[in-house]
């Protein structure tokens, strides 16, 4: 009897609701590839930034509810190839969003594998469900570079990978909505090399936008926005044109019905304008495949 109980309460330590919620997660895209769920001591929070939580127009966003959660979720495709190097496509999720309503809203994992791309999809949680751009540990100084050496650390632990000897390839940043702060900060101050090798930005231009021009100044990297009528980016991507005009910079306006995989190797600079709503950008017609698709990631 004391046997049965003990287990039972290692049962009841173990099995938390959150626990459960993480293998139903992980288990409902065994069937794609590997997807990880780890806690990071790197994670954008807890962040003593938002240590007594977020009041967004009077509404207090407690922190153990909204800013305590270190979850990242990280997803290798079937059929992953072994190089000695892992390419790496990071996603930023935008307001009132979690890591799980991403994987299951946007399809990301699914964009992956229909791009053929050899890369492993990460996704850190941001402020869970509240109103809030901001990137906790990722916006500080080196943040991201302490963020990827524990992807490296997570993956040699829990891949199964058959040599975890292996380095970091490619960097993709791509960020929905208020997912742009963050991705400013790591370009700022990340702490690697050239923090990305692309950025993709899915109706996300709201500011911030000399940390991007900066950016793609000195490495070259293409910076493709999206953006909408009717979701607060069209302004601050029609003064980045404008900018960019002024200056002689060549760039691509395009509108995103006629968009092309052809016109997306054209030019690093590129604006798409689109008819979709806000939270479609990313998913209605699969532009994160094709984002993909066109991209420096290698194919699988």
């Known amino acids: ?14 099995e938390t609701p959150l626990a459960l919620a993480a293998q139903s997660l992980e288990a409902a895209f065994a069937s794609q590839g ?17 240590a007594q939580g977020h009041t967004y127009k009077g509404k207090l966003y407690p922190a153990e509810a909204h800013y305590s959660d270190s979850t990242v979720a990280l997803f290798i495709p079937r059929g992953f190839r072994e ?12 307001w009132t969003n979690t890591v799980a309503g991403t994987l299951t809203t946007f399809h990301l994992v699914e964009q992956l594998i229909a791009s053929g791309k050899n890369a492993v999809l990460v996704i850190p949680e941001g402020p869970s469900n509240a109103p809030d751009s901001f990137g906790g540990k990722l916006e500080d100084a080196d943040g991201f570079k302490r963020f990827m050496a524990e992807v490296v650390t997570t993956l040699r632990a829990r891949a199964n990978f058959k040599s975890p000897d292996f380095s970091v390839g490619r960097i993709i940043l791509s960020g929905h909505s208020g997912g742009y702060r963050v991705i400013a900060g790591i370009l700022d101050r ?3 090399a050239k923090n990305a090798d ?3 930005l899915f109706d996300a231009l709201y500011g911030r936008t000399d940390s991007f021009l900066a950016w793609a100044d000195r490495t ?11 979701g607060g980016t069209k302004e601050e991507s029609e003064k980045l044109q404008s900018r960019l005009t002024t200056r002689g910079t060549p760039f691509l306006l395009t ?13 690093p600079l590129i604006f798409i304008h689109t008819d979709l709503a806000h939270a479609e950008v990313a998913d209605k017609r699969q532009q994160f495949a094709l984002f993909l698709k066109t991209s420096v990631l290698a194919d699988r």
């Open 83 to 94: 190089t000695g190097t892992v390419d790496l496509v990071i996603h930023f999720h935008g």
């Open 1 to 14: 009897m004391k046997a049965l109980f003990a287990s039972l309460l290692l049962f009841a330590l173990t």
């Open 198 to 200: 692309e950025v993709w």
């Open 34 to 50: 590997r997807l990880i769920l780890a806690p990071f001591a790197s994670a954008p929070f807890p962040h003593p930034d938002r």
């Open 220 to 230: 070259r990297g293409r910076l493709i926005n999206i953006y909408t009528d009717h």
């Open 190 to 192: 990340g702490g690697l």
């Open 255 to 267: 509108e995103e019905t006629s968009l092309t995989a052809a016109a997306l190797r054209q030019t």
